[in-house]
């Protein structure tokens, strides 16, 4: 059978689930306290790119897991924690304002309506959305995904990932991530790539594979991705990321001229509005923060749009945080981009270990895990 835009938005099934009984709500709920650590954890061996791959070779892919990160823990003073985790290389100076800004407030009187949670620094708010999300759960009995609406999917799909890749070590991924139980590869590509003949290969070998390419934009225009989107529209299981840049004039045209489905990465509700209006994308790459990927994702829902949750190839805590946010969602369908399982360690004792590239979304209430301190200690640097 030939894949196609219309197999695609045919093959993202949906699970409702009810959430569990909330306990009764303390009166208050003061941080007393807050732990943070600055980590780098490398990625596996071999996990990102083929060394050798020639001038194309993207070389951010090559280093990008040397950038720190701060894990974040909040203590309240009924003793339950919370935590969080930041993006690559956030500034320390910027996660101390909000450390000072939420020693010794009441978890809960935030206000969750409003951006960054009130927090002085947005960039490193996420982070402290999910401690706090997680520390409130944890006391109240409840998992993230109900407080963010509900868990509306008992297990969120995830993808097996690696970066440009030689033929021989593109075939060596693909046979690895079905071996694990993946159903779906994302790889990197970029223009002067050979991807028409790395796809046929893959194809060849291993037919049932689902794959995502993508191209970060590495086609400045549409004519000059055009024929490489001819070259490829031969009906094999694939999606293809952010191609071009997003004029979406050019985005209407691609999806007119060739039948692959097209995923256009953006968290701006406007932009993807006008996507859905101008007949632009065919799914979804979001982000943003918890309450925020679940607002957006209900704007692709309206639309009958089937999304994923992007990342930055993170660590476990999170991961499990994008995992309750996809979960409380009835569009994020497609395979995730929650990878910590390609890191040395996910700091979280290895709970984010994906079963037939699946996560179960975790039943104990919070994001459900816990931090391995002692991996956390390995990893730490000053």
Known sequence: MRFDRRTFLQSAPLALLTAPAAAAPPKSLRISRIETWKVIVPMRPGTTVSLDFGPSLDIRLRDFDKVPK?????????????????????????????????????????DLGRSHLGLPDGSTADAFEMAVYDLMGKT????????????????????????????????????????????????????GDPIAKLLALVNKHHPDLELTV????????????????????????????????????????????????????????????????????????????????VRVCAVA???????????????G???????????ATASCTIPSDTLSFLRESD?????????????????????GIELDEAAVKRFQVA
């Open 70 to 110: 701060f894990i974040i823990r909040l203590t309240g003073e009924n003793g339950v924690t919370g935590l969080g985790e930041t993006g690559r290389g956030e500034r320390a100076a910027a996660l101390d304002s909000n450390v000072r800004y939420l020693t010794g407030k009441d978890a809960l009187q935030l």
């Open 140 to 191: 109240l009995g409840l998992r993230v995904c109900d407080m963010l609406g509900g868990c509306r999917q008992k297990q969120v799909a995830v993808t097996y990932w690696t970066g440009q890749r030689t033929e021989p070590d593109l075939l060596a991924v693909c046979r690895r991530a079905q071996e694990q139980g993946y159903h779906h590869l994302k790889f990197k590509g970029r223009k």
């Open 301 to 315: 829902e309206s639309a009958g749009i089937p999304v994923w949750h992007g990342s930055g190839v993170e660590l």
């Open 214 to 293: 993508d191209f970060n934009q590495s086609f400045h225009d549409l004519a000059s991705f055009l024929p490489i989107a001819k070259a490829l529209d031969q009906g094999y299981h694939l999606v293809i990321e952010d191609p071009i840049p997003p004029n979406l004039d050019w985005w209407a045209q691609m999806r007119q001229r060739t039948a692959i489905p097209y995923a256009l990465t953006t968290s701006n509700p406007a932009t993807m509005n006008q996507a859905i209006k101008a007949n632009a994308a065919d799914v979804f790459n979001l982000g943003g923060d918890m309450r925020h990927f």
């Open 317 to 327: 805590i999170r991961d499990m945080s994008f995992v309750h946010a996809a979960a």
């Open 347 to 367: 700091l979280i004792g290895g709970a984010f270990a994906p079963r037939n590239g699946m996560i179960t979304v975790p039943d104990k209430p919070g994001l």
